[in-house]
Every structure is written in structure tokens, then in C-alpha cells.
């Protein structure tokens, strides 16, 4: 476990440049109007506050961020909540929108390609090192130790990885070492994974996070934009050129890992379903939860908006205003409801009489008079209609929402207007 009050001076040569362009299409119509890094996520934050908080906490203090994907939520979160850094302290925090600077036909082609087209305002900064990160995963980890490594074994590619169990590596790119974890092959989500030496049921993937001497990047970069052949891309292109032909490590999440004392075990998750992205904002509600976002020495840095602190009214039978097991968020109203095991995003208000149950429901809904909800994610600015019961009767659930198979229901403003105007609808004629 890693002193998560550490940060080195590697850390502060360093840039991290965050790759927060995707859309992140497998979580259906939570990323129609928002990139997959902008979706919010534990009561408060959005799914890139994670990789930027563990940038800042480690001592980075120049970060690029490039966007590309409807970006228009992403970037005004990033102005919001990520506007402090001071240049007259050697700090700089870009946002890197594509903006066809290499040529008036080119947007981003691929994540290396995200990289190539800022080469000049890495190179303004001049960092030592840069830190290659995916702006849309779940994790709190400490990059020095990372540089460290990098730095000690000389290499020219260091791979930051999780070990999971071999056949679930199927999803990822995963790595082939040797017993000094030297990467003798990558291969991007390979049907048969290659195991870790000595422990065959495992194998080693790719979090998306790699380490580089800026100026071996850099030329890299180049030679990679050159190849008719390449497709931009760091997993498919890159990658595979660089371990075949330099120097590549793999540092594991188990050496960098922050937790508190707290938490058992290292956390990562990839919240790209709907179902995984519930998972893991219904840890948060455990007494002791997977992920503790309470560790004041690694705290998760985003925009907190001026709102009141959450009330809760009503206190007679069937009327009383509670949570249990629950997140809830300023500028929440609880009126006369019951809510558990759930997750109230910043001003939503629950009326009197509702019932909601394994919720997570994302900032400014409001749930109706006498509404049942169970296993639901409600997108922002919702307004659920009085007397809806979601999550009891599984075919008009799918009928009416985005159902998934583990029976998560994404609810929308779209599906809501949709379900409102067929009650309104006049009946058809015999």
C-alpha cells in the first residue's frame, strides 16, 4: 500500500495528459448528450475527477486534457471545478478540444493521434516525463512509484496493469512478461490471454495508463504518424511497435494503489456499462465501502456547486422522510419518502409517499407523489411522474426504459416525455 500523503520530485517534472474523447457507447443514453469522462458518478463527481485527482495528489501539476466527443459538459465541468492552477507556479491545466491544428480535415483519429496533434504545448512545458492516462475509470493510485520504476529500469515504455483473472482479460489489452515483468508481447484483447509466470489463472491488462520520456514519445509519435498503415492508436498501434522493438515494462496497480485504512483491497473499476456503472456507485453505500472517498489525504477533487445542505421532512407513518445506506447530496430534499440503498445526486427531491431502492439518481430529478422505484439510474434533470413503479414488473420495464440483463433501468427525460405522451394519447377507435 502506498503513503497516499507522498508525493516525489519525478511527479513534479512530470505532465499528465488525459484522453477523455470517448463516448462510451455501451452506456447507452447516459453519454447521448454528455462524453463517457463526464458522466457523474459517487453523489457529486464525474468519471474524470478520478484520474485528474490522482494526478494532482501525486504531484502533477501540468495537465492536458483532450476532448472531442460532445464535449460541451466535459469542458464546462473542467472550467468549473479544475480552474486553480497558477502558471506563475510552472502549472498549466489545457483543455485540448479537437480542433483540427495538424490539418482543416483532421480531427482526432485515434488516441495516439489525440497525443500528436498537441506536441507543441507538451513540448512548451517541457516535462521530463508524461503520464498517458484514460480520463474514464474508477481508481485512486499514485504515479510516482510508477515514474520510479520507469526511471530504474530504463525503459522505454512503462505499462500500468491490473491482474485479473485469464479469461475475463478478453476486453483488454494484455500483456505477456517475463518474470521481471519485462513485456515481451501486447496483444489487444486476444481471445486466449497469455497467463502471468507462475500464476496461470491470471494474466496481466492494460489500464490505459503508460509512462514515457517525453523527447522517446515524441519521436515516437512522429514515426507513428508517418506509417500509412497505423490507425493512430496507442493499444492497437504503439504499443505493439514499441515492445517489439524497445523496452517495455509492466508496473502493477498492487505497487501504486492508494487506500486507506479503510480499504481492503485495490480498486479499479471500468464503469462502460450501465450495469457496471450502477455496481459501482451502489460500493459507495456499504457500511465500509469498496472505495473510500472519504480519505482526506487523497481526496477526489471536482466542481462543488453552493447549494443547501440536504433535508429531510415529514416524520409520521407512511409519510417520514428518511435514507438508510444512502448517499445524498446538498440541496436534496427527502419529503415524506423513504430512500435506501441509494444515491442522490445534487438537488433532487424525492415526494411524499415514494419509495426508492438501489437508486442512483443523478442531479436536479424529482421524483413524484406515491412512485416506487427499485434498481434504477435516473439521468439528470428527470421529472418522474407521480404513482411510476419501476423495477417490479420486468416486460413493461423493458417496454418503457432501457432495461438491462441484470435488470438496471436507465431512465431518461426522452423515455419519460415518450411514456407521457403515449398515457396521453387518445384511444384508438374499435
Known amino acids: 500500500m502506498v503513503d497516499s500523503a507522498r508525493s516525489g520530485p519525478l511527479a513534479r517534472d512530470s505532465m499528465a495528459y488525459v484522453l477523455a474523447g470517448g463516448r462510451g457507447s455501451r452506456l447507452m443514453e447516459l453519454t447521448d448528450r454528455r462524453a463517457k469522462p463526464a458522466v457523474f458518478f459517487g453523489g457529486k463527481s464525474r468519471i474524470i475527477d478520478f484520474a485528474l485527482s490522482n494526478a494532482l495528489n501525486s504531484g502533477i501539476r501540468r495537465i492536458g486534457v483532450a476532448t472531442q466527443y460532445k464535449a460541451h459538459s466535459l469542458i464546462r465541468h473542467l472550467n468549473r471545478g479544475w480552474n486553480f492552477f497558477r502558471s506563475e507556479r510552472n502549472e498549466g491545466f489545457d483543455i485540448l478540444p479537437a480542433s483540427q491544428r495538424i490539418s482543416e480535415s483532421q480531427w482526432y483519429v485515434g488516441t495516439a493521434d489525440a497525443?500528436?496533434?498537441?506536441?507543441?504545448i507538451i513540448e512548451a512545458y517541457e516535462p521530463k516525463h508524461i503520464v498517458i492516462l484514460a480520463g474514464d475509470h474508477i481508481y485512486k493510485m499514485d504515479y510516482e512509484p510508477m515514474l520510479q520504476q520507469h526511471v530504474n529500469s530504463g525503459a522505454d515504455i512503462t505499462i500500468g496493469c491490473l491482474e485479473v483473472p485469464r479469461m475475463e482479460a478478453v476486453g483488454f489489452g494484455v500483456m505477456h512478461v517475463d518474470a521481471k515483468d519485462r513485456v515481451m508481447t501486447f496483444l489487444e484483447k486476444p481471445a486466449d490471454p497469455p497467463s502471468i509466470p507462475g500464476n496461470p489463472d491470471m494474466a496481466l491488462a492494460s489500464m490505459g495508463i503508460y509512462v514515457f520520456e517525453t523527447k522517446f514519445l515524441i519521436d515516437e509519435l512522429k514515426r507513428d504518424a508517418a506509417d500509412p498503415n497505423s490507425s493512430r492508436d496507442f493499444g492497437k498501434d504503439m504499443i505493439p511497435y514499441i515492445v517489439s522493438n524497445g523496452k517495455a515494462y509492466a508496473h502493477r496497480f498492487s505497487k501504486s494503489c492508494v487506500r486507506s485504512e479503510a480499504e481492503s483491497d485495490s480498486y479499479w473499476r471500468d464503469v462502460g456499462t450501465v450495469d457496471a456503472y450502477w455496481s459501482a456507485?451502489?460500493?459507495?453505500?456499504?457500511?465500509?465501502?469498496?472505495?473510500?472517498?472519504?480519505?482526506?489525504?487523497?481526496?477526489?477533487?471536482?466542481?462543488?456547486?453552493?447549494?443547501?445542505?440536504?433535508?429531510?421532512?415529514?416524520?409520521?407513518?407512511?409519510?417520514?422522510?428518511?435514507?438508510?445506506?444512502?448517499?445524498?447530496?446538498?440541496?436534496?430534499?427527502?419529503?415524506?419518502?423513504?430512500?435506501?440503498?441509494?444515491?442522490?445526486?445534487?438537488?433532487?427531491?424525492v415526494n411524499s409517499y415514494s419509495h426508492m431502492e438501489e437508486a442512483v439518481v443523478l442531479p436536479y430529478v424529482e421524483v413524484g407523489r406515491n412512485a416506487r422505484l427499485k434498481r434504477v439510474v435516473i439521468?439528470?434533470?428527470?421529472?418522474?411522474?407521480?404513482?411510476?413503479?419501476?423495477?417490479?414488473?420486468?416486460?413493461?420495464?423493458?417496454?418503457?426504459?432501457?432495461?438491462?440483463?441484470?435488470?438496471?433501468?436507465?431512465?431518461?427525460?426522452?423515455?419519460?416525455?415518450?411514456?407521457?405522451?403515449?398515457?396521453?394519447?387518445?384511444?384508438?377507435?374499435?
Not at 497525443?115 to 507543441?120: A, E, L, M, R
Not at 445542505?309 to 419518502?337: E, N, Q, W
Not at 426522452?414 to 398515457?423: A, V
Open 115 to 120: 497525443v500528436y496533434q498537441n506536441i507543441d
Open 281 to 349: 456507485n451502489m460500493d459507495l453505500c456499504e457500511i465500509i465501502p469498496k472505495l473510500d472517498l472519504y480519505d482526506r489525504n487523497w481526496p477526489i477533487w471536482t466542481y462543488a456547486e453552493i447549494t443547501p445542505p440536504a433535508k429531510f421532512v415529514h416524520d409520521i407513518d407512511g409519510r417520514r422522510g428518511m435514507a438508510t445506506y444512502s448517499l445524498v447530496s446538498g440541496g436534496c430534499i427527502v419529503s415524506g419518502a423513504t430512500v435506501s440503498r441509494s444515491l442522490l445526486f445534487t438537488g433532487v427531491r
Open 379 to 430: 439521468d439528470r434533470g428527470v421529472k418522474i411522474p407521480e404513482g411510476l413503479v419501476v423495477g417490479e414488473d420486468s416486460v413493461l420495464d423493458a417496454a418503457r426504459f432501457r432495461r438491462t440483463e441484470s435488470g438496471i433501468c436507465l431512465i431518461t427525460r426522452d423515455m419519460i416525455n415518450r411514456l407521457e405522451h403515449s398515457s396521453a394519447s387518445p384511444a384508438e377507435p374499435a
